[in-house]
């Protein structure tokens, strides 16, 4: 299987945790992603969304998977989240904007919404080279300073990607910026880029005048994975 995270956003009638051998779906859940753990393959699991506190939804209650509830907007409990001794984490699952149909995006609510943004942490934390085990990502994502009770008083730590991530200081200095093509009104400059695991995107600041205080100056945003900007309102001198 060349994957290495795994986001299960469906649930079956809640269970016990663990819930490994409640019944022979269960068992063939628990084998296959025993397996995918060993293998090194992280996955996460909906928690379901009947909101109660004592079960939760295969395959999320299976030992193997990191079970996902969800927060609301007010980063309290959303009350439709299923909870029990045994959730891992907490994520957004309120309101959650993402992409749809055919470039369109659309909102939607659940444990399902959840899910999807503890496991795209963990593919971001295993990208940075830091974590070597679905252990050692599990144990970041779990280290939070921010906890979140349900209606039991029991204490859930929620997703806080930025916290997670390796501090490794400001990223690296760009270099090799040339002017690749210059005509009025237009400049085009391109640069040596950074890699994508150091940076999410690039300031172009402009101005009239040299740039002495780079918080002041009006500036564009560029994707990481640019390597060159055209200045199309550009003036001669």
């Known amino acids: 299987l060349d994957a290495e995270v795994i986001s299960m956003s469906f649930s079956t009638q809640e269970r016990e945790t663990p819930c490994d051998n409640s019944s022979?779906?269960?068992?063939?859940?628990?084998?296959?992603?025993?397996?995918?753990r060993s293998d090194g393959v992280i996955a996460f699991g909906a928690s379901g969304?009947?909101?109660t506190l004592s079960d939760m939804g295969a395959p999320?209650?299976?030992?193997?998977v990191v079970s996902i509830g969800a927060?609301?907007?007010?980063?309290?409990?959303?009350?439709f989240s299923n909870t029990d001794p045994n959730l891992d984490l907490v994520a957004p699952g309120r309101n959650i904007e993402t992409s749809g149909l055919?470039?369109?995006?659309?909102?939607?609510?659940g444990t399902s919404a959840s899910a999807p943004h503890a496991a795209g942490c963990a593919a971001l934390l295993r990208d940075t080279g830091k974590y070597d085990s679905s252990d050692s990502i599990e144990t970041a994502l779990e280290?939070?300073?921010?906890?979140?009770?349900d209606a039991l008083g029991r204490q859930f730590p929620r997703l806080n990607c930025f916290i997670n991530a390796p501090d490794d200081g400001p990223p690296s200095a760009v270099s090799g910026v040339t002017v690749r093509s210059s005509e009025p009104e237009n400049v085009t400059f391109e640069w040596d880029g950074i890699g994508l695991n150091e940076i999410a995107k690039y300031h172009v600041y402009r101005d009239t005048e040299p740039i002495s205080d780079p918080s002041q100056a009006p500036y564009d945003t560029v994707s990481a994975g640019t390597v060159a900007y055209t200045d199309s309102g550009a003036t001669e001198g």
């Open 24 to 36: 022979s779906a269960t068992e063939s859940m628990a084998s296959a992603l025993s397996s995918l």
């Open 49 to 51: 969304n009947n909101g």
């Open 60 to 64: 999320a209650c299976v030992s193997n």
């Open 71 to 79: 927060t609301n907007s007010s980063d309290g409990l959303a009350f």
């Open 102 to 109: 055919a470039g369109s995006t659309s909102s939607f609510t």
């Open 143 to 149: 280290i939070s300073p921010t906890e979140v009770e």
